[in-house]
C-alpha cells in the first residue's frame, strides 16, 4: 500500500470525523489491551517506566499527538506476601488520554475507571475541528 493510499480502504461515505472516531477507538483498545494483565510491583520506578513506554509505543501509530497515562499509585498493593507475589495492571488503575489528528479534526480520548459502574470506561471528551 503506497503512502496515502489506506483511504481507498475506507467506504468513501465515512467522513472525516468519524474516521477519527475510529482511529482513537483502535488506540484506545490497543492502549488498554497492551496494559491489562502487565505485571507490576510497587516500585514507583517501574510502575513509571511503563506508564512511559506505553505511552511511546501508543505515539508510534497513526494521527496520534500525545499520550498521557496515568497507574493509580493508590491501588497498586505492593506488599508481597511470598516470592511470586506481583500486582498486575487491571482496568481500574487505568487512567489514560489520547489527543488523535486526522486531516482537519482532532479528538481527545480517555480511558477511566468510572466508580459507579464499575468499569473502565473508554470514551471521546471532545471533538474540535482544527485548521
Given at each position: ?16 470525523r ?60 505492593g ?25 482537519n ?27
Amino acid at each position: 500500500m503506497s503512502k496515502g493510499n489506506e483511504n481507498s480502504y475506507f467506504s468513501s461515505d465515512i467522513s472525516d470525523r468519524e474516521r477519527a472516531c475510529f482511529e482513537v477507538g483502535i488506540k484506545l483498545g490497543a492502549l488498554y489491551h497492551i496494559l491489562s494483565g502487565l505485571p507490576i510491583s510497587s516500585n514507583r520506578e517501574i510502575v513509571e517506566s511503563i506508564e512511559k513506554g506505553i505511552e511511546a509505543s501508543i505515539s508510534c501509530q497513526p494521527y496520534v499527538k500525545s499520550v498521557k497515562i496515568n497507574l493509580d499509585w493508590d491501588r497498586i498493593k505492593g506488599k508481597k506476601e511470598s516470592e511470586f507475589d506481583y500486582d498486575e495492571i487491571s482496568g481500574n488503575l487505568i487512567s489514560a488520554i489520547v489527543v488523535l489528528e486526522f486531516k482537519n479534526v482532532q479528538i481527545t480520548a480517555k480511558v477511566e475507571w468510572v466508580e459507579e459502574l464499575n468499569y473502565p470506561l473508554m470514551f471521546i471528551e471532545k471533538i474540535s475541528n482544527i485548521s
